[in-house]
């Protein structure tokens, strides 16, 4: 996952260059490249996100 304050203005940029590289070191079929429409905040929010289930959530056993 990259996040960029300003990926609207890098990615036309940066993005075939990433494409290129992932499609030739990863199966495509198992890898979708796509921007999110989510903001600039979410890639904090999926972070907290993680740090809230694998550090306070009971473990299953």
Avoid: K
């Avoid at 590289?21 to 929010?45: F, H, K, M, N, T």
């Amino acid at each position: 996952m990259l996040e960029a304050p300003h990926w609207d203005v890098l990615a036309p940029h940066v993005l075939a260059r990433i494409e290129e590289r992932v499609r030739r070191d990863a199966p495509p079929e198992q890898v979708a490249i796509e921007s999110s429409q989510l903001g600039d905040g979410v890639g904090a929010l999926g972070a907290a996100a993680l740090f809230l289930q694998r550090e306070l959530s009971p473990a299953v056993r």
